[in-house]
């Protein structure tokens, strides 16, 4: 299947990245380019097969449900771009 | 000559005061300092932290209570965060970051007495085999072609601690591999780097790229240096869920155990249509070199192996496209001002990542998105399933599988920049033992016919880094390899 440009600025409005419209060809090129050779995936049987989906061949580890960690707020807000008091500032949103 | 020490020489010599933590360290720091403006294997140097860090080895050495890696100086690629010192990840979103704590990775290192040169050069968000995505300029692989002045690259994605190590300007390195990001910069910079089991080493305060293939690794100059490595950063961390518990071996002992009576795997599927020749002769020698120290060589089957990219360019993108939903510009790095929130965030973005890594994330959220997911996601998962049963049916016969590590060796900064595809296809031997989680180590071996390094791959069975060590060493030890960049401190 083939990406038409306007499921590229589609992507792209999902991935929160911002499109010129001068980059759409390239990027449809790129990224058929990319789709056209994963296609090759359609070949292999995977009737039957289950997902694996995790890299370890292990259960998943369960921790007591507790705080463990925390009350630090100026390290946590050391490296924001912008702050108010104890909170991470954004531009005002409004319904 | 202090540079061309290995670090079990090093830490010896320390531990019997015939130089000083100091003079060691030092003259690395002089090392970085003369060759980093040319190779860019650094993207932040701490001369002043490593001296300071080498004043406190020596202090534990007279004290008696030093630790193994006392007094080494190392290059720590710049995807671990070191408490206090920038960390970039190669991208500009992260070009004022300077985390608050501290990898665990990197402090299991620290407790250990290793000294920090700096933070290594690496692809943005280590996407890519070439290191030509950083954000922060592409390192020079200090390998000439023979007869040409041509800037190489030393691949990726740690291509700057691959060429760090290479160039004598730090003794080791820590690295990451996602898809073959430790091993494939080893063989282009001729010298050895493990890739562990995924869970031998703990992915907490490293930046996440796909976080069910993401594995901490080590380079060095030897497969020994590599395994006192792994030993310090290997270990369990109650922070990363997927982290295991097993103790951790002596690494450096398993490196002596030989190969006699192992039975070694030659995947037919590696042996690829239109093959480098060099290449080719490699791996034979390979396989006579075991076989010689009493291995036997067994034919053995992969059937998958053909799948192991295309699966990975689903798998990866897709866990990448949600890691790094995380850079909004609102809790962390470098923010573009918008209208609104959704525009903030689409400008911060734009503007923070690399073409690559745009790619990365557009494939993966396209993998992920509604009416697509079955057909692409699910089915990778799939595929990844049949790819792990191909390792895990041949591990019931064979204790090790020996393959070349890249299809080449080093290319020319430039080449092969058009096509992402064509640049994909570098990991095509290191991705499948990626994608099943398995060990894979790369060993310098041989020359190509341009006077470059190529390498040999041993691949393991899930924990068994021992055999991976064991057989690496005996591979070393028959390659003799002593051929030298021709760019050195």
């Known amino acids: ?95 | 000559m202090l540079l061309d020490l290995t670090i079990v020489e090093a830490a010896a010599a320390l531990r019997r005061r015939e130089f000083s933590a100091r003079e060691l360290v030092g003259a690395h720091v002089d090392a970085v300092a003369a060759l980093n403006p040319r190779l860019n294997a650094f993207i932040t140097v701490t001369p002043e932290l490593a001296l300071a860090q080498a004043d406190a080895a020596d202090k534990a050495l007279a004290a008696g209570d030093a630790g193994p890696l006392a007094g080494i100086p190392l290059a720590i690629k710049d995807l671990f965060c070191t408490e206090g010192v920038r960390t970039t990840a190669g991208s500009r979103i992260l070009g004022n970051f300077v985390p608050p704590y501290e990898s665990f990775v990197s402090a299991q290192l620290l407790r250990d007495g290793a000294v920090f040169l700096g933070k290594a050069n690496l692809d943005e968000f280590a996407m890519g085999s070439s290191n030509m995505t950083s954000a922060y300029g592409p390192v020079e692989n200090p390998w000439k072609r023979e007869g040409s002045n041509a800037v190489m690259v030393p691949g990726g994605s740690s291509g700057g601690s691959a060429a760090a190590v290479a160039a004598r300007m730090a003794m080791g390195s820590t690295g990451t591999d996602t898809g073959g990001s430790i091993r494939q910069p080893a063989a282009f910079c001729g010298i050895a780097g493990i890739k562990p089991t995924y869970g031998r080493c703990s992915r907490w305060g490293i930046v996440a790229f796909a976080s069910s293939l993401d594995q901490a690794g080590a380079f060095a100059r030897t497969v020994g240096d590599c395994a006192v490595l792994l030993g310090s950063m290997a270990g369990f961390d109650p922070k990363d869920s997927t982290c295991s518990e097993r103790p951790v071996p002596d690494y450096l002992a398993a490196t002596k155990r030989g190969v006699r009576g192992l039975r070694v795997g030659v995947p037919a599927e590696y042996r690829m249509d239109g093959m480098n020749p060099d290449v080719e002769r490699l791996w034979q020698q390979g396989l006579a070199w075991l076989r010689d120290a009493g291995a036997e060589i067994v034919d053995v089957s992969l059937p998958h192996t053909k799948y192991g990219l295309p699966t990975y360019y689903i798998v990866a993108p897709a866990e990448a496209s949600s890691n790094l939903a995380r850079y909004d510009g609102v809790r962390f790095g470098v923010r573009q001002d918008g209208v609104d929130l959704i525009d903030l965030y689409e400008r911060t973005r734009a503007a923070g990542f690399g073409d690559e890594v745009k790619r990365r994330i557009m494939i993966g959220t396209y993998v992920l998105s509604a009416g697509y997911y079955d057909a692409y996601y699910l089915r990778a998962q799939k595929v990844r399933a049949l790819i792990l049963k191909d390792f895990t049916d041949v591990f019931a016969h064979v204790d090790a599988l020996l393959t070349p590590t890249a299809p080449t060796g080093a290319f020319g900064q430039g080449e092969k920049m058009d096509d992402p595809v064509a640049m994909y296809l570098n990991d095509v031997f290191t991705v499948p033992a990626s994608m099943a989680g398995v060990p894979g180590m790369s060993v310098p071996a041989g020359l190509d016919g341009q006077g470059l390094p190529l390498g040999l791959q041993v691949i393991g069975r899930p924990f068994d880094e021992e055999t991976v060590f064991a057989v690496s060493q005996v591979l070393e030890d028959a390659a003799a390899f002593s051929a030298m960049p021709a760019v050195r401190a």
């Open chain 1, 1 to 95: 299947m083939s990406l038409d440009p306007a499921t590229v600025r589609r992507i792209a409005k999902l991935a929160r990245i911002r499109m010129e419209d001068a980059d759409v060809a390239r990027l449809q090129g790129e990224l058929n380019g990319i789709l056209g050779w994963i296609e090759q995936l359609n070949e292999v049987d995977v009737e039957g097969v289950a997902p694996l989906t995790g890299g370890a061949q292990i259960a998943m580890r369960m921790r007591e449900d507790v705080v463990t960690d925390g009350a630090y707020p100026e390290r946590v807000l050391a490296n924001a771009p912008d702050r108010a008091g104890e909170f991470f500032a954004v531009p005002k949103v409004v319904e």
